[in-house]
């Protein structure tokens, strides 16, 4: 006889209680119906697909945006004695993703990049094996980054009728009305989908934002607050180099253990940095946008936003990270003026000019080259990687390409109907982003209650909670702890001395001393 | 960009070995290396102050630090894997220091092991009689080591004041002490004790609230730590509970293992062939141990081994010529008629003190 579901619980991951919304979610996957999960950051999703998998026959696939995060999940998976489980990415080598899939009759997890999931080779394999269900977790990743940048988010729903239409789960914590209306035509989710929606609000974060003069006095700020404050914090930066200068620039003035993290660095250090932040080694990390997603660590105390992120989702799923034992904690994000032009130039920059659809189409010698060989083109014209894959994909969408995805000889009205096309859409996903921008840019400068303008995004509304504990303009204070640090650091080395060893004194003082 | 006191100190360290040495005998000063070449340049060039406050100084972060400088154009490089300093190190040496003075009480010298052994007992005690006066007797020891613990045990018990009391008495003697020291320095050593309900401070905390980097923050403390060490040679009767922790302490010349052996030799009225055979050492490395002593111990017997004329005339013609090469100062002496050995020459010398000028 099957286990019961809170057998399952206790026995695989030691819970007594199921948190809210999980075990009805569960138990519709059990049922095979398909789902959109919208729970909270630290909500506990992965529970959601990692018990049925565990439960049920046959093999679930987990759909993860992130080498990292698979790596980490499967980890943990393993750490508790769980070792059917899986993961498969394009940094391994051909000999490791073997070894990984030679026992794939008795695996009940194989996690996947979407990337990978699309590979003919892997869908091959996947046809012969016995699906209990598919999941797509961090699901609002379709939308974000499905229409331009990661195509393969896109196909998910053709791919899964490849094989036989399995049931599908759909997680995300940052979902807006929108957002969930990608998610849903993208997996082909089934009419009587189940939508489970649950508040997004993360009650125990305070939010802060805090306009700084410059760059130097952000800087300055932001050593202040690393000093004051508990830790470990993550510090939010959009760019490479900068994580790397402040990462620096922190250690040597705060005598902290500081790292940087970023899509620049390779495999090995940055799993290296991910360990020691989740082995506590690390007190503070500086990191662009490619650190962060999913992972779970219990007591992070801060996430700071040194540069503004380029959307409330991203905002939303990023301060995530913080307090996920449910303890106080603190996002703050630091705006100085001009800091939107940082998201923006970087939102132009993934943009390729529309005349380079011109060139490629026009290109003779490209006639009939496969999709990859245009991609290569593309790069060989001076196309960044990421400008080089989004106007391949726009072409393949606009149907230059035969089935064999070898690319069209098309008439000149056609290229020209094509390249204006192009420069439309463009202009109008730039212009999407920028309202994002101005979104999040409106959110930091808000002199209302910041929580009930974040979930506002997210059509939610919210009670008001104990103004004490919401955001700075509720008059929330700083979490416990980290203010008396400071009383403290003000005394001159008399009142030190005093303090120390003079009880008399430091009795009469209380009063004065601290806040809670 | 802020300057850094490490930089500053070396330009300082340079510019008084001038061409005679290379850095590498800087940094050997630096890091307390005990050989006698060593100890003698420390005393030689008057860098005794700085002789062992960096131990941990790497090698190649020093030698980092030495092509900083280059580049910047403070120092240049001489013949010989010499250095000199630039008119422009210098500038930038005197700017240093004339709005942040190299911290005076600081005398690595005498007080680099003394300084090392005192802070952990300093810090113990504060921290237990913050806990002891508030009648709070469950705390954790704030100094690891087991030996400093039963130290401070056993301190304690010797005294007959009640523990408010003896706080009290250790606060007004502290308070006193570091009255005495720049702002920075007093903040730095209080900074970093602890006790009831208030932690001790890292550097880096320090170096944020009181603007100044980390490394010199560092010597801040340790020119309070060698400052109070200084006062409590000289007038031990003015805090008899700072005194006390560090009676035995100061009680030691601070001498090399085999060196503190040859002195026991010494004390016992051996001479130096006797000393060597005893120990079954080279007459040189025992020579080496004498001018260890000489520098170190007021009861060395150093006419037994070179006149006072001769001392003299070796101090006059360092002065007349300059000059601190063995060679110079031998081939000078010799000129003028007299005979005298390299064991003497570094014996004469090795008392540095009457040098300055
Ligand atoms: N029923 C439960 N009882 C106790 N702890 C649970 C339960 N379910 C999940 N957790 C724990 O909650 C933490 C957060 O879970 P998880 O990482 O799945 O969050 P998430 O919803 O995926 O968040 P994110 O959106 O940030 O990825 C984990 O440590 C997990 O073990
Ligand atoms: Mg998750
Ligand atoms: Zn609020």
Redesign the pocket.
Same mark, same amino acid.
């Given at each position: 006889m099957r286990m019961s579901l809170e057998e399952g =619980?206790h026995r695989f991951?030691g819970?007594?209680?199921?948190?809210p919304g999980?075990k009805a979610i569960i138990e519709d996957v059990m049922h095979g119906r398909d789902c959109l999960a919208v =729970?909270?950051?630290?909500?506990?999703?992965?529970?959601l697909y990692q018990l049925p998998a565990l439960l049920s026959d046959g093999l679930a696939i987990i759909v993860s945006p992130l080498i990292a995060l698979m790596e980490d999940q499967v980890q943990e998976l393993r750490a508790f004695r769980m070792k059917q489980a899986v993961c498969l990415h394009s940094g391994l080598s051909q000999q490791e993703r073997k070894v990984r899939l030679h026992a794939i009759e008795s695996l009940k997890l194989l996690y996947l990049s979407p990337e990978m999931l699309s590979q003919p080779w892997m869908q091959r394999l996947l046809k012969h094996q016995k699906l209990s269900f598919v999941a797509v977790?961090?699901a609002h990743c379709i939308s974000q980054w499905g229409h331009e940048f990661r195509p393969d988010y896109q196909m998910l729903g053709h791919v899964l009728e490849v094989f036989g239409r399995p049931p599908v789960l759909a =997680?995300?914590?940052t979902a807006t009305p929108a957002v969930r209306e990608d998610i849903y035509t993208a997996l082909r989710m089934k009419e009587n989908a189940r939508i489970h929606l649950f508040s997004l609000d993360r009650t125990n974060i305070r939010l802060f934002g805090e306009s700084v003069m410059d760059e130097k006095e952000k800087q300055t700020r932001l050593f202040t607050i690393l000093h004051h404050f508990q830790r470990p914090v993550l510090v939010y930066v959009m760019s490479r180099s900068r994580a790397e200068a402040l990462a620096e620039r922190a250690a040597e003035a705060l005598n902290l253990r500081t790292a940087y993290y970023h899509g620049g660095m390779d495999a090995a250090d940055r799993q290296n940095i991910q360990a020691q932040f989740l082995a506590d080694e690390l007190d503070v990390v500086i990191c662009t946008s490619a650190f962060g997603?999913?992972?779970?660590k219990?007591d992070v105390a801060a996430v700071i936003h040194y540069h503004m992120p380029s959307n409330i989702e991203s905002y939303m799923?990023e301060i995530?990270?913080a307090g996920?034992s449910g303890k106080d904690s603190a996002a703050v994000v630091l705006y100085a003026p001009g800091d939107e032009n940082l998201p923006h130039d970087m939102m132009l920059g993934e943009f390729p000019p529309p005349a380079a659809a011109r060139m490629l189409l026009e290109d003779t010698s490209l006639h009939g080259a496969l999709l990859t060989e245009v991609e290569k083109q593309a790069q060989g014209i001076g196309l960044s990687e990421v400008q080089a894959r989004y106007v391949v994909y726009q072409l393949f969408k606009a149907g230059c390409f035969h089935s064999t995805n070898e690319m069209k000889q098309l008439s000149r009205p056609a290229v020209e109907n094509v390249v204006r096309e192009l420069s439309d859409r463009i202009m109008k996903r730039r212009k999407e982003k920028e309202a994002q921008i101005e979104e999040v840019k409106a959110y930091i400068l808000f002199t209302g209650c910041r929580r009930q303008k974040l979930l506002a995004h997210f059509n939610e509304e919210t009670v008001l909670q104990d103004a004490s504990i919401c955001c700075d303009h509720c008059l929330a204070v700083w979490p416990p702890g980290s203010e008396k640090v400071r009383d403290r650091e003000d005394l001159s080395w008399q009142g030190r001395l005093q303090k120390l060893l003079l009880p008399d004194k430091r009795s009469n003082e209380k009063g004065g001393f601290g806040h809670e | 960009m802020q300057t850094r006191f490490s930089s500053m100190l070396l330009l300082h360290m340079l510019e008084k070995v001038e061409t005679f040495r290379t850095p590498r005998s800087v940094y050997h000063i630096v890091t307390g290396k005990r050989s006698a070449q060593t100890l003698q340049d420390a005393r030689w060039f008057h860098l005794d102050h700085w002789f062992h406050i960096y131990p941990h100084w790497r090698e190649a972060a020093f030698y980092t630090e030495i092509d900083a400088a280059l580049k910047t154009g403070w120092l240049a490089l001489e013949e010989e894997g010499m250095y000199s300093v630039t008119p422009a190190g210098r500038a930038q040496l005197q700017m240093y220091q004339k709005d942040q003075p190299f911290p005076a009480a600081v005398n690595g010298w005498r007080f680099a092991a003394g300084s090392r052994a005192f802070w952990p007992r300093l810090h113990l005690a504060v921290h237990t009689l913050s806990h002891l006066a508030a009648k709070e007797t469950s705390f954790r020891p704030a100094e690891g080591s087991a030996q400093v613990q039963q130290y401070i045990k056993a301190w304690l018990k010797g005294q007959r004041s009640t523990y408010q009391e003896l706080a009290a008495n250790l606060y007004s003697e502290l308070e006193r002490m570091l009255q005495e020291l720049p702002a920075s320095s007093a903040a730095s050593a209080a900074g970093r004790l602890s006790g009831l309900g208030m932690s001790g401070r890292t550097l880096g905390q320090l170096a944020v609230s009181l603007n100044l980097e980390e490394e010199r923050v560092k010597i801040e403390w340790l020119n309070a730590l060698h400052f109070i060490l200084q006062t409590l040679t000289k007038d031990p009767g003015d805090y008899p509970l700072l005194a006390s922790l560090a009676a035995d302490i100061l009680a030691q010349p601070r001498l090399t293992y085999s060196a503190s052996q040859t002195y026991r030799l010494l004390q016992k009225g051996m001479n130096l062939t006797e000393i060597s055979a005893h120990r079954g050492l080279k007459n040189g490395t025992v020579e080496d141990h004498f001018v260890e002593i000489a520098g170190e111990a007021d009861d060395f017997p150093l006419y037994e081994y070179v006149s006072p004329q001769i001392v003299e005339h070796v101090r006059q013609t360092v002065n007349d010529l300059e000059t601190k090469k063995l060679r110079a100062v031998k081939e000078a002496i010799e000129a003028s008629g007299q005979v005298v050995s390299y064991f003497q020459l570094r014996l004469a010398l090795s008392t540095g003190e009457e040098m300055k000028r």
């Open positions: =619980l991951f819970f007594e209680n199921f948190r999980q =729970l909270p950051t630290g909500g506990g999703k992965s529970l977790d961090e =997680l995300t914590a997603m999913g992972i779970n219990p799923q995530g990270r996920r | -």
